[in-house]
């Protein structure tokens, strides 16, 4: 009985107990039930509040027109350095929805910049969550170049031989299928193209000639890969197909006497009528695989390996008419018409791939492994015909000169490095990188047949530190290292026995007050024999931030920068075998000043101002300057009107005749729909 | 043995109990605690793309997608000392870093994480992205733009910004291009983080793609070193952003080797040529040489 009645307590007390245990587990979050109740009436009310205010849809236009005052100085300047031209412009269009659970799309972003100048761009994103991401890019940029100063062999005439109208597109899409999964397949479709007019010469023996160029190549990419997320490792593997196209054509039809002077073998050379025509043809495969894996907690690892192997074949042809320096040995003649044709290909396979690991021993400590390679060669040949008549009723005279072309090219590099929390908010690092490769070109490659294969090779070995950490919480300074003692180098002017050092400070004076500093030194000599190279280049920059209560009165941003390099090494004047100096100097100051003020009230006008300006001087000195001023006044509660003032003003002390000044006002509406 | 029964009953019930709070780990307080405080962050984290970690079952942060990123809070949330949270802006770089990596290691941009000069340099990941803003103040929504990108790397490196201001330069103070058209800020197989386009070529040619080849006959440096060799991509006062006033100086310098290749093994030979460099019309080598980067047909670089 007894035994019967202590079971029949430990029954009852028991769940009692538990249930008692329940409820001071539920009644412990009493104050988390009243914060939760809180919370309830809050949301409650939230989500009402803000659907009044909410909307899924947002979207801002500002279009205007732009009056130019005419620009005084050198238009064609003003083109290779603004290009800003008098019309309508759409300035931005830029309208999103986001709405998570929508049928088509939880996120839809448009945004069109500068449409009607010379660069524009247009971005549109569309995301289902867990279906779809598309992303498409599109940007045409003009390029325009006409600078006599940079190509014009008539010396005193302001005309430039190598000239460029042209337009550069660039276009891609993207269709990344359940994009949040573990697995999720991909497609890639890119183009990129440029087309337009320019001036280029065509050169014959003896004379060239500055004729017209026709130009219009694109190159298309289609991708497809499959991305693969888990949460340690990540994998994505991915296959391309590249095709290419080049029909650059140039001619002339009219009398052209090219850019010699004097007569060759007592005649006077001149074209009466040329043309060229390239057609430029290329495919090929590239292959893509990337990995990246934490398999424990103190290790990770990543690695990628590409192969891409383009082919280009080449069907060329030029005719030529007038009085022309023979184009077959021994060029002592001068006769009435050449030609030329050449047909060939060329193939370029490369590898590439890099290696990397990160361990943690502790803590403290990271220890670092990258390695890197890259190889490649590229064979090249074909069928060279050159064609020559020297005069009516004799028949043509013919070459075909070697036509072989092989380049090899092979790079590696090997870092190890360790980092090192020495405090908890400081971190030193030291390591070692070491560098080698080898390149090679057959004679054919090379510019005349004098010369034999060239060959050279790099071996650098690198010393690298730095030191990252924090002050307080105000203050966070980094310094980079990085030392070199170069055993071989490619070229004269390459890094040889180089310090390179940066450093860069962030100092957050108070909330509203941001100072940031920092400076780069980069010293190379290459002291060999028959080098004797000096290079130093320096920068430093300076940037104050005023964001008085978050910026939401005024934004205040200035900044100055000095750079400097110099640059001193001899070369040799080929025509007399002599030894020049070469001394390449250029001290810059550029300053920025960009401030934003609001005046109080809904309707209160925003003024902004500033602008930036460079100054340079050396070896080629130059002034540009560029303020800036804009007011923006609210008529309505989404409806601004805004006017906005440039000036551009550029002064090269060498080339006077390459300057510019312009006054440029804009004045249009923006509006906000919400 | 009779009691036996009863007691597995009681325990039971006692497992039922404790059952209800199993989805929280020890320690946290889950993310509708958070909110109790942080009201506003919580709404706005609602449109966050981070929010898919909250409401994701296969994540294993289901309603704790707060203190993923910030730690266990069952502490904070009693005392709500700011000691008692893990701030990631407030850490040093490589913790902060190791915060985001701890998800983030397994996406396409940080496969050359370990070569990135950001990683080595310790900056953490909220220098440039943040979870918590909204609307304009996004993350998402300043990328989206190029000029907002450009802000964004010109708040540290301001004098690399500054040398687009100098008069040949890419289009990037113009809103047309952005750091990272060229630039990948979490690393790349290349040096300085420069993309890779056309499969492993440098990402010039991604909008210079007529200067990838190949050639049938080529110009060694186009494939020895990077463009930067005779280009100053961010800007310069030269024309065609070159890194000489005078053309005929960017080429001599390098071919000015006798013999080719010289004693020091540079690359590089005298052109045997007669141009005497004191004619304007030999003060441009491009001028004849004009297929620079390469030509399929004429072994000079002629046509």
């Keep these: ?674 | 043995m009779r009691l036996l029964p009863i007691v597995a009953a009681s325990v039971a019930l006692a497992w039922a109990a404790a059952a209800q709070d199993s989805k929280l780990k020890p320690g946290y307080a889950g993310s509708e605690t958070c909110a109790g405080c942080h009201s506003e962050i919580s709404e706005a984290f609602v449109k966050n793309r981070h929010h898919l970690v909250d409401t994701d079952k296969k994540r294993g942060w289901e309603g704790m997608a707060c203190e993923g990123c910030h730690g266990p809070g069952a502490k904070h949330a009693e005392t709500t000392e700011t000691k008692d949270i893990i701030q990631p802006a407030k850490l040093a770089g490589l913790k902060s870093m190791q915060t985001c990596l701890g998800c983030h290691t397994g996406q396409p941009v940080q496969t050359a994480h370990l070569q990135n000069a950001h990683s080595r340099n310790s900056v953490a990941c909220t220098s440039c992205h943040n979870v918590h803003k909204t609307g304009a103040e996004s993350t998402a929504a300043i990328q989206r733009k190029p000029i907002g990108v450009t802000g964004q790397c010109a708040s540290c490196h301001v004098n690399i910004i500054a040398q687009f201001r100098k008069p040949h330069a890419h289009r990037v103070p113009e809103g047309a291009m952005a750091c990272n058209n060229c630039h990948n800020p979490h690393g790349s197989l290349n040096p300085r983080n420069l993309r890779t386009a056309n499969g492993n070529d440098l990402a010039c040619v991604n909008c210079h793609a007529d200067k990838r080849g190949p050639f049938v006959y080529e110009h060694l440096p186009v494939r020895n070193e990077p463009c930067t060799i005779c280009h100053e991509p961010h800007g310069s006062a030269n024309p065609r952003m070159l890194n000489r006033a005078q053309v005929f100086l960017q080429c001599l310098e390098c071919h000015s080797n006798v013999p080719s290749p010289s004693a020091a093994g540079t690359l590089g030979g005298v052109p045997p040529a007669f141009h005497d460099l004191r004619n304007p019309r030999y003060k441009n080598c491009t001028s004849c040489h004009q297929k620079i980067h390469g030509s399929n047909v004429s072994k000079g670089l002629l046509r």
């Design chain 1, 1 to 674: 009985m007894k035994r019967q009645l202590f079971g029949l307590a430990i029954s009852l007390t028991l769940p009692v107990t538990f249930a008692m245990a329940q409820d001071t587990q539920q009644a412990k979050p009493a104050e988390p039930a009243k914060t939760e109740a809180k919370k309830e009436e809050k949301k409650d009310a939230a989500p009402d509040q803000a659907a009044a205010k909410e909307s899924p849809f947002t979207a801002e236009v500002e279009a205007g027109g732009r009056w130019i005052s005419g620009v005084a100085g050198d238009f064609n300047t003003y083109r290779s350095v603004v290009n800003l031209q008098e019309g309508f412009r759409v300035n931005t269009v830029q309208m999103d929805f986001q709405k998570e659970g929508s049928k088509i799309a939880d996120e839809m972003h448009f945004l069109a910049n500068a449409w009607g100048d010379p660069y524009n761009t247009l971005r549109f994103t569309m995301d289902k969550y867990k279906v779809y991401r598309f992303t498409t890019n599109y940007s045409n940029m003009a390029y325009f170049n006409y600078l006599p100063s940079f190509a014009n062999p008539g010396g005193a005439y302001a005309f430039n031989q190598r000239a460029y109208d042209t337009q550069v597109k660039n276009y891609m899409s993207e269709l990344e299928l359940l994009p949040q999964y573990w697995v999720s397949p991909y497609l890639i479709y890119e183009r990129n193209s440029s087309d337009g007019l320019g001036i280029t010469p065509l050169v014959l023996e003896g004379n060239e000639y500055p004729i017209r160029n026709l130009i219009d190549w694109n190159q298309v990419n289609y991708r497809g890969g499959v991305r693969g997320k888990f949460r340690k490792a990540f994998f994505n593997l991915e296959q391309a197909w590249t095709r290419f196209g080049d029909d650059q054509y140039t001619y002339i039809n009219e009398i052209n006497t090219g850019n010699r002077t004097f007569p060759y073998l007592g005649q006077q050379l001149r074209l009466t009528n040329a043309n060229q025509y390239y057609s430029v043809r290329g495919t090929g495969p590239i292959t893509r695989g990337s990995m990246s894996a934490s398999p424990t907690n103190w290790l990770d690892i990543y690695g990628q390996v590409i192969y891409a192997s383009p082919t280009t074949d080449v069907n060329y042809s030029q005719n030529e008419f007038g009085s022309i320096a023979a184009r077959v040995p021994p060029y002592l003649f001068v006769g009435r018409s050449g030609a030329e044709s050449f047909i060939g290909d060329a193939r370029r396979p490369r590898s590439s791939g890099s290696f990397s690991l990160e361990a943690r021993p502790n803590q403290r400590i990271r220890i670092r492994e990258i390695f890197e390679a890259d190889k490649s060669h590229v064979s090249g040949n074909g069928t060279n015909i050159v064609a020559y008549n020297q005069a009516p009723g004799t028949a043509d005279i013919t070459a075909q000169p070697p036509v072989w072309g092989r380049t090899e090219v092979s790079y590696f590099r090997q870092t190890v490095e360790a980092l090192v929390d020495v405090a908890p908010k400081w971190t030193v690092r030291g390591g070692y990188r070491y560098e080698w490769g080898d390149s090679a070109t057959n004679p054919s490659s090379t510019v005349g047949p004098l010369l034999g294969l060239e060959a050279g090779s790099l071996l650098r070995h690198v010393g690298l530190g730095g030191v990252t950490g924090r002050i307080g919480d105000k203050l966070s300074v980094n310094a980079d290292i990085e030392a070199s003692n170069g055993v071989k180098t490619y070229y004269r002017t390459g890094l040889q026995d180089y310090e390179k050092i940066r450093i860069q400070a962030r100092y957050n004076l108070t909330t509203s007050w941001l100072l940031q500093a920092n400076y780069s030194d980069l010293n190379n000599e290459n002291p060999a024999v028959g080098v004797e190279y000096d290079f130093r280049a320096r920068q430093a920059g300076l940037s104050l931030q005023w964001l008085p209560k978050g910026g939401r009165i005024a934004t205040i941003v200035a900044d100055y920068a000095w750079s400097g390099i110099r640059s001193d090494i001899s070369y040799i004047i080929p025509s007399l075998f002599q030894t020049a100096q070469s001394l390449y100097v250029d001290n810059a100051h550029t300053g920025t000043l960009m401030a934003d003020i609001r005046t109080p009230g809904v309707y209160g006008p925003r003024f902004s101002f500033g602008g930036s300006f460079v100054q340079t001087g050396g070896s080629r000195p130059t002034k540009y300057y560029q303020p800036i001023a804009r007011v923006t006044m609210p008529l309505a509660k989404k409806f601004q009107f805004f006017s906005e003032w440039r000036y551009y003003d550029m002064n090269q002390t060498l080339y006077p005749q390459e300057t510019f000044r312009t006054h440029m006002i804009m004045t249009g509406l923006r509006f906000l729909i919400q």
